[in-house]
């Protein structure tokens, strides 16, 4: 690996010495080392700064809690990885402090050194700093989106949520991508903050609707159409206008209510009207599904799943990224799948990419997972096919 600069903090002579010797021979590069916090800012204040600090945090002098604190303002250091014999469950809260200061937080490196864990933790941040440094795209004015939506340039696509053994179709999601005619197809990342913005998330709705309804429509021709996931905005919840729009559509192609699932994440239900709760009432009356998208990532979850008539869980991709290095993390993904079995909802993971991850998964009784280990988003010819390679399965509509 190419052009690193690392320091490494650590008070115990022989363990900087091992981790300093595996650095040399897995990277070309800066390489720093100190024993204390004090001194180990001096060094970063020198040279302007580092790539990565594979720290230790308990040491004589500025500790490293204080050094990560100083040097984060100081925007000395970009990653971090820790290096300490702390109890795991400290060790993730020092993560979740790393984070919160704006660092990058690769992981954790075990003592003795494992030398191929610390490769593949200088390889994440490689991946990580290529992706920083693609060229990006200017975020297009409104009157841009405008047009693109006129032209009819946003585009359906569909990533499956499937048993946790990948061999059946339980549900696809519905997401946008913008056929751009100059920049190729384009992620929502470009496009939604401009739609937040400017009032344009209804028509991108609507638009996704149509395509997926007409998606359905053609499968039903031969075969029982799978489940689609539409996903609403917030600004969308308290309209008059959703369920009646949503129940034409449905007929106007003689597809059933219970062929479609509305996502609605749980920072979109903050603020409760009486019309959002009499929309969301409405469409599980109409017999749609309704799901909570990213559970866990707000504060007011348990709550709302009280409150609401949801008959799915989407626990967010932030919990299966933390599986590998935050112990408690199972036993919490173990509850959800137990509190959702016992109130009759589908729990559908996200962000799921390894087999390893998988494994975990089934193991602390998950039964329905999305993410890139089984399918990436594709467009419609591409989920056509993928529908004949994997029969549907089913989901619940409890009432």
């Not at 300490?84 to 200061?101: F, K």
């Not at 610390?118 to 920083?132: E, S, V, W, Y």
């Not at 997401?175 to 739609?195: D, E, I, Y």
Request: charged residues 20%; aromatic residues 6%; glycine residues 8%.
């Amino acid at each position: 690996m190419k052009n690193l600069s690392v320091l490494v903090l650590e008070d115990h002579p022989f363990q900087r010495l091992m981790v300093v010797t595996a650095l040399r021979s897995a990277i070309t590069g800066r390489i720093y080392e100190a024993s204390e916090g004090g001194e180990a800012l001096s060094l970063l204040k020198a040279c302007g700064g580092v790539d990565i600090a594979i720290c230790d945090l308990q040491m004589a002098g500025k500790d490293g809690l204080e050094f990560l604190r100083e040097s984060g303002n100081a925007r000395l250091v970009h990653s971090v990885i820790l290096n300490s014999a702390l109890d795991p469950a400290l060790c993730q809260a020092s993560a979740a402090m790393i984070e919160c200061l704006g660092l990058n937080f690769l992981g954790e490196l075990a003592r003795p050194l494992d030398i191929n864990g610390l490769t593949a933790l200088l390889a994440t941040f490689q991946r990580t700093r290529r992706r920083a440094h693609a060229a990006p795209v200017e975020p297009p004015p409104a009157s841009e989106v405008r047009q693109g939506l006129a032209r009819g340039e946003f585009k359906a696509y569909y990533q499956p949520k499937v048993s946790i053994n990948g061999e059946s179709l339980v549900e696809a999601e519905v997401l946008a991508r913008w056929h751009h005619p100059q920049h190729g197809v384009l992620p929502p990342s470009h496009f939604l903050p401009a739609m937040q913005t400017h009032g344009l998330m209804e028509p991108l709705f609507w638009r996704m609707l149509d395509q997926g309804l007409e998606l359905q429509a053609q499968q039903k021709r031969t075969h029982p159409p799978a489940t689609l996931a539409f996903n609403l905005h917030p600004s969308q919840l308290a309209s008059r206008l959703l369920t009646t729009g949503i129940e034409h559509a449905l007929a106007q192609r003689q597809l059933s209510a219970s062929d479609i699932t509305l996502e609605v994440t749980e920072d979109g239900l903050e603020s409760t009207p009486a019309a959002t709760l009499e929309n969301l009432v409405r469409l599980r009356v109409m017999g749609c599904g309704l799901a909570m998208d990213d559970f866990g990532a707000g504060y007011s979850s348990l709550d709302r799943l009280c409150a609401f008539p949801f008959s799915q869980i989407k626990l967010d991709a932030s919990f299966v990224r933390r599986l590998k290095i935050q112990p408690r993390t199972a036993a919490v993904i173990r509850g959800v799948a137990s509190m959702a079995e016992a109130l009759g909802l589908d729990l559908v993971v996200e962000g799921v990419e390894t087999l390893e991850q998988r494994t975990q998964l089934q193991q602390l009784g998950c039964k329905i997972a999305q993410g890139y280990l089984y399918a990436r988003p594709m467009d419609q010819a591409q989920f056509l096919g993928y529908c004949q390679a994997h029969p549907p399965g089913a989901l619940h509509r409890p009432h």
